[in-house]
């Protein structure tokens, strides 16, 4: 297998679940500041352009970080961060899903949008209008989700997931481009801080 890896939070979110899982793949570096995603050899791998990406050894590729994430927690061992049982994956695909459509999604275009518009422009189509009321978004979601975190210390309750990775890594990657976490959201806080301690998340930095 070989792992196409860059910069940003995509990337980071599936180097961590790795990490946790205990799982060493050989790193490709694609250089996303100069747009090799977006040019041979890489369109080739992933025609969607974008990271990470995992190539499988028979030549086939699976892109989408919850796509490639479930793939490894099947194929290697060790404690499933998915679920080992029907209701557990269920459930863990209910928050990865509200996580990433609810607060991940409107937090990633709000910045492309506005502090990454340089970047972006010329890749895809940018709505700068709309980068505030994106924004705003993601921290309503952010204010409902703390309610829930009340007593919880992890979304699935004492369970580490997926979930929980998805939203570290896009709420640490919000903390350095103006998308801070309100102080206000003392749960999230706290979960946070939970899930910065923890070794895999300064080994997938």
């Not at 499988?56 to 499933?80: Q, R």
């Not at 972006?120 to 940018?126: W, Y």
């Not at 801080?193 to 080994?203: D, F, G, N, V």
Request: charged content about 25%.
């Amino acid at each position: 297998m070989k792992f196409y890896n860059s910069i940003g939070p995509n990337p980071r979110v599936v180097k961590m679940f790795m990490q946790e899982k205990g799982i060493n793949i050989p790193f490709v570096e694609v250089d996303l500041m100069q747009g090799e995603n977006r040019k041979e050899p890489f369109l080739s791998k992933n025609p969607a352009g974008q990271l990470p990406a995992l190539e499988l050894d028979d030549g086939s590729v699976i892109a989408e970080i919850t796509a490639i994430c479930e793939y490894l927690d099947e194929k290697f061992p060790g404690e499933s961060l998915i679920g080992n049982t029907a209701e557990e994956r269920a459930e863990t695909r209910m928050w990865t899903r509200r996580v990433d459509l609810n607060i991940c999604e409107p937090m990633t275009s709000g910045f492309r949008y506005a502090e990454g518009l340089a970047l972006f422009e010329n890749r895809m189509r940018c709505l700068p209008e709309a980068a505030a009321g994106l924004k705003a978004i993601a921290q309503d979601k952010l204010g409902w989700l703390n309610g829930l975190m009340e007593g919880k210390e992890f979304l699935a309750g004492k369970r580490l997931t997926l979930a929980d990775i998805l939203l570290f890594g896009f709420l640490d990657f919000g903390a350095v481009v103006g998308q801070p976490i309100n102080p206000e959201h003392k749960n999230i806080v706290a979960w946070f801080e939970r899930m910065k301690a923890r070794p895999s998340a300064a080994a997938s930095a």
